[in-house]
């Protein structure tokens, strides 16, 4: 199951890059060939932001695999990982609240408050959901699978907001306010494909359990 979870994780790796580089720029520049697409994504990916924060997302994604198909904690509180995957998902869910609070201030109100206190919203948003995480799941070993339904939700109403807001922007011709909603479009993506990577893990984990309790009965 390791080298399932290893396979995943490259391919959300790449996938990542793809998203934060071409698929950023391509939602706020207006591009008119493949070639200044292809540049302007070769100058993306010689910035260091770039590479950290696909790696703290990528990273996420691991996680979040290797803790859903780790069933030895079961039989007693799980109270070690319970609090690594309310950290992880109060992390993600707070990025989606902020960047659907920053598309949606932009796109309406065309203001900047929520924009230049980023940093603060962030850290408050995640220390109120891991709270709120980690109270309702402390005692359970379906975690992992809450967590997962919660990004997952939580990244499809971020789209709701991010994308209408986007729209708006571009057609109001703003200079820095595609910034905002395209950063919050293809992190709401990221992070809604991230929820399928554990999700699939668990399906092969189940089918090979499946195929080897069979073995065992016929054996």
Not at 19 to 36: M, Y
Request: glycine share 8%; net charge positive.
């Amino acid at each position: 199951m390791k080298r399932w979870g290893i396979l995943i994780t490259a391919f959300y790796f790449a996938v990542t890059l793809l998203l934060f580089a071409p698929g950023f720029i391509s939602l706020v520049s207006k591009w008119r060939s493949v070639d200044l697409l292809l540049r302007d994504s070769l100058q993306a990916y010689q910035e260091w932001w770039l590479w950290l924060w696909v790696g703290i997302i990528v990273g996420g994604q691991a996680l979040l695999l290797f803790l859903s198909v780790d069933t030895s904690w079961r039989h007693s509180k799980p109270r070690q990982h319970v609090a690594v995957t309310a950290a992880l998902t109060s992390f993600f869910a707070a990025v989606l609240t902020g960047s659907a609070l920053f598309a949606l201030e932009v796109g309406v109100a065309k203001g900047g408050w929520f924009v230049a206190k980023m940093p603060s919203i962030w850290i408050g948003a995640w220390i109120l959901w891991g709270v709120l995480f980690y109270q309702y799941y402390r005692d359970t070993s379906i975690a992992v699978s809450a967590a997962v339904s919660w990004l997952l939700k939580g990244s499809v109403l971020e789209l709701l907001v991010a994308v209408p807001a986007h729209v708006i922007v571009r057609q109001r011709g703003d200079c820095s306010a595609p910034l905002v909603t395209s950063f919050g479009i293809v992190t709401g993506i990221a992070i809604m494909l991230l929820c399928f990577g554990p999700g699939v893990l668990a399906l092969y984990k189940k089918k090979l359990d499946a195929y080897a309790r069979r073995q065992r009965q016929n054996a």
